[in-house]
């Protein structure tokens, strides 16, 4: 799958709720968890976090929206449930992205929507745990960028093979013409100078 994600929380304050996810995301092969204006004791986390997953990737902290940086190129969404939020199921996950959530008990700050290029929500009728809404995020990246048998018309397992990678092989536009007409760009020999000075005998 190409790109990379990473995916996070604001405001975090139950430890076990961040083991879970960063857990999950080191599962899904994220590329880098991380927490802003979080308060948790790191050490509870580990409890729930059984894959050590902060000693696997990189894990980052960022005490507020404002000190809260991305690689280049890299598009923040945002999982909310706002009324003009983009539903899950519809949504077009960009190649290089970093996913953050809410706090347990309230919803993504105002100040830290702004920043976001997408605002995303899972159609439901009232919101699940943070750890669980991040888990549908993440699978539904994976479903929809992986690469994965088609699903069959009738329930059951796939009927078709998933399909073979594609390499493209190397380009060149003077190699493609001399394949069309080589003998344009065959080179001459060069001159023999020996016959043109005369100074060399035929012995030679």
Request: with cysteine; aromatic share 12%.
């Amino acid at each position: 799958m190409r790109g990379y994600f990473g995916i996070g929380i604001e405001g975090a304050s139950k430890p076990f709720n961040v083991g879970t996810l960063f857990r999950s995301a080191h599962a899904f092969g994220a590329g880098f968890a991380f927490t802003v204006d979080a308060d948790f004791r790191d050490e509870r986390a580990n409890v729930a976090d059984t894959s050590r997953a902060s000693e696997q990737m990189p894990y980052y902290h960022f005490p507020d929206h404002d000190h809260l940086f991305l690689p280049d190129g890299c598009r923040m969404v945002g999982v909310e449930l706002t009324p003009d939020a983009i539903e899950l199921p519809s949504f077009k996950h960009p190649s290089r992205a970093a996913y953050i959530l809410g706090p347990e008990r309230g919803n993504l700050s105002q100040e830290m929507q702004d920043q976001c290029d997408f605002i995303i929500k899972i159609p439901m009728s009232f919101c699940v745990n943070v750890a669980i809404a991040a888990n549908i995020v993440m699978y539904d990246r994976l479903i929809s960028l992986g690469r994965f048998a088609p699903r069959p018309v009738r329930a059951g397992a796939p009927t078709e093979p998933k399909p073979e990678a594609f390499y493209g092989g190397w380009i060149s536009r003077t190699r493609d013409k001399r394949k069309a007409d080589p003998e344009k760009f065959r080179q001459a020999p060069p001159p023999d100078y020996s016959v043109i000075d005369g100074t060399l005998d035929d012995d030679d």
